[in-house]
């Protein structure tokens, strides 16, 4: 398909100082969980993106010095000559496709606990590690740390030269070093790198300068920059110095990659930050400046992408998460393929599985991380290995996904779901506050799955054990959910009962989502700890009804920490009048009342209620899966050679779990049994 014309501005070339990138689609420096410790497994998640059409492609944060560790979290290094090979075998990936590579340096500053290396962090001033719980302090720097930090700095762009990227780094912001230093708050020096705007934007010009004269002959240098400053907030925008820093360095970068100081917003959940969010902040950048500017707002839009670029709010469609979703996305959009792009739900879920130290993985895109340990690719997947027919049961993501991936490697399948419409879990949250972009997930597979002709689905059709062992199937692949408990169960004690939860005014998340009637006031019990809790809580309260919120944790939502919501939402709940009690439980109910337990002293205490919402656990779906295994023998005269269950069914997860659960399932039928481990690992070499 020949691509439209209004999408041509998108794909031509802009230089960048001495080198020039193919387009305008940036991969901007994202973080991946796989850093130093996973080099082979990074090099093939970026050459993807390369070979996906985007025509930058930059590294993670990558350390200059020991003294800049941020452990348990992997990040990538340029600490010494031993670090070149790594990261230029990342290089050369990216090369392979024509794509530029991009090199972030870092220093963390007092951010930095260095757990690792037992260094000592340096910063304007002695304080205490900032995002972080540690008791430790920094070191102020004096002069000779400075330079120190310079040279340390030059070296690792000369490695970044030796080892093949294009782009250099000069990293000023996320309230790392560089940052502090700008910062009119956290800069109480009172020497010449202090006090005045000249002062304070000294270390990033003379970093600037630096590696423009070490590596600026054959390297473009890019600096990242938030466009605001730290008193932004509550919709107001304050950039007045950002504005004068920028006029004092212009033009003396090749590149200004912009973002905002607030990290929630700037990469936000869909559930509070929309694409395009960032425009109001950066939009007076490429006034000011006549280098190249890329900025980020969850683009997946290509109408979008193309406004950005023709109102002159940027020269480079930054990304990171919508590259993760869909790493080809530059390409179906240059081939016109729009129903083929997986489009970024902004659940943060690569976010979140970075932040607990591990590669990163999306709920759209369940190849990645998998690139090279598994050997998956985004759009590629084997040829199936037999005629057998394929019987899936369940249209939620697991089964979809399933059904789709098989779909595309050949097989014959048939598709069925009892409810009214697919999308099973996907397609009755998507109806709860903030949570409608969730809806690509079955948007995507669905229209994948309607065009391929050897892939039937059929609605409104629930099947029984005697159903299946009546049709002609060869395999049968049982993706049929989840349902979340009713007794109250919670996760840190035995699975017991809670005393009056069998009561008529006891609901589960799926009684809500199904439209039950609730009076109120709304007792929410959530030991969940993710999102479920906090929307429903959000439903009921914007429905008239008062809502308490009981938790056994010490915070609302508690693992949403790591998709960067957690502030958010209990801050939205506070204000809407949401009365919170955290490290309590629920240990009986009497139809009027609750009795809640402090998890810490045990001390009790009686909450007047009408109804209860409990969000604790969920049950597995598998009573058709365990009713088809009871019966060896009625399986091999129907004919059926398997019996899979996959997904919610299986083991009650997150959605991408679900999904990953079904394209793995696609990906085996028919493989060879490959043993105990089924990836390859990364070994240190001894």
Request: charged share 25%; proline share 5%.
């Amino acid at each position: 398909m020949k691509r439209d014309p209004i999408f041509d501005i998108l794909f031509e070339p802009v230089k960048i100082g001495p080198v020039t990138a193919k387009n305008r689609f940036y991969q901007v420096p994202h973080c991946t969980g796989m850093g130093y410790m996973m080099p082979k497994t990074l090099a093939a998640m970026r050459e993807v993106k390369a070979e996906g059409g985007w025509g930058v492609v930059c590294t993670e944060y990558c350390s200059i010095h020991a003294t800049s560790d941020d452990t348990p979290f992997p990040y990538a290094t340029l600490w010494d000559n031993e670090d070149i090979k790594a990261q230029a075998l990342m290089a050369d990936k990216i090369h392979g496709y024509g794509a530029l590579a991009g090199v972030q340096l870092w220093y963390g500053g007092g951010h930095m606990p260095n757990l690792l290396t037992r260094e000592i962090s340096l910063d304007t001033a002695s304080s205490m590690s900032r995002g972080r719980i540690d008791p430790v302090q920094s070191q102020a720097m004096d002069k000779a740390d400075i330079r120190r930090l310079r040279r340390w700095h030059r070296d690792a762009a000369l490695r970044a030269m030796q080892a093949g990227f294009d782009i250099v780094y000069v990293y000023a912001t996320h309230d790392y070093l560089l940052s502090n230093f700008l910062s009119r708050e956290w800069n109480q020096r009172i020497d010449e790198y202090g006090g005045s705007l000249e002062n304070r934007v000294r270390l990033v010009r003379e970093l600037i300068e630096d590696t423009k004269e070490a590596v600026g002959h054959r390297c473009a240098v890019a600096v990242r920059f938030s466009a605001d400053g730290a008193g932004s907030a509550n919709g107001t925008i304050d950039n007045a110095e950002q504005r004068d820093m920028l006029e004092m360095l212009t033009d003396l970068p090749d590149l200004w990659d912009i973002n905002i100081t607030d990290y929630s917003r700037e990469m936000g959940s869909s559930r509070y930050v929309k694409e395009a969010a960032l425009e109001a902040y950066v939009s007076y950048v490429k006034k000011i400046t006549g280098k190249p500017v890329a900025g980020v707002g969850r683009f997946t839009s290509p109408d979008t992408m193309v406004m950005q670029v023709k109102k002159g709010i940027l020269d480079f469609v930054g990304a990171a998460r919508p590259s993760i979703a869909d790493p080809f996305l530059p390409q179906k959009i240059e081939k016109g393929c729009f129903e083929d792009i997986r489009e970024c739900i902004g659940c943060n879920i690569c976010y979140a599985y970075d932040a607990r130290g591990v590669p990163i993985r999306c709920t759209q895109n369940p190849t990645m991380g998998e690139e090279w340990r598994r050997g998956w690719h985004p759009e590629k997947i084997p040829e199936k290995q037999s005629d057998d027919t394929i019987l899936v049961v369940g249209a939620g993501p697991a089964g979809m996904e399933a059904a789709r991936a098989l779909g595309q490697r050949g097989y014959r399948v048939t598709l069925t779901e009892a409810a009214m419409e697919p999308g099973g879990r996907v397609a009755l949250e998507s109806h709860l506050p903030g949570l409608a972009e969730w809806r690509r997930v079955i948007e995507y597979r669905d229209q994948q799955i309607e065009r391929m002709p050897n892939v039937e689905m059929y609605l409104n059709s629930r099947l029984t054990a005697k159903h299946i062992l009546s049709f002609d199937f060869d395999r049968v692949v049982i993706a049929t959910g989840s349902h979340w408990r009713r007794d109250g169960a919670i996760r840190w004690s035995p699975p017991l009962p809670v005393s009056g939860f069998d009561n008529e005014q006891v609901f589960t998340p799926d009684d809500i989502m199904a439209g039950a009637d609730v009076s109120g006031p709304v007792a929410l019990f959530d030991d969940d700890y993710y999102y479920m809790g906090a929307v429903l809580a959000e439903k009921m309260m914007t429905a008239g009804l008062k809502v308490s919120y009981i938790t056994t944790e010490a915070m609302i939502g508690a693992w949403s920490r790591y998709t960067e919501e957690q502030e958010r939402t209990q801050t939205r709940l506070l204000n809407l009048g949401i009365n919170l009690f955290t490290g309590k439980t629920v240990t009986g109910f009497d139809g009027d009342s609750v009795e809640l337990t402090c998890v810490y002293t045990e001390k009790t205490l009686r909450l007047s209620t009408s109804s209860i919402i409990t969000v604790t656990s969920r049950q597995p779906n598998d009573a058709l899966y365990r009713q088809l295994c009871s019966d060896p023998e009625a399986l091999n005269k129907s004919g059926i050679k398997s019996v899979d269950r996959i997904g919610d069914c299986r083991a009650p997860g997150i959605i991408a779990a679900a999904v990953y659960a079904g394209h793995r399932l696609a990906r085996e039928m028919d493989a060879p049994d490959s043993g105990d481990l089924s990836f390859r690992r990364e070994r240190v070499t001894v």
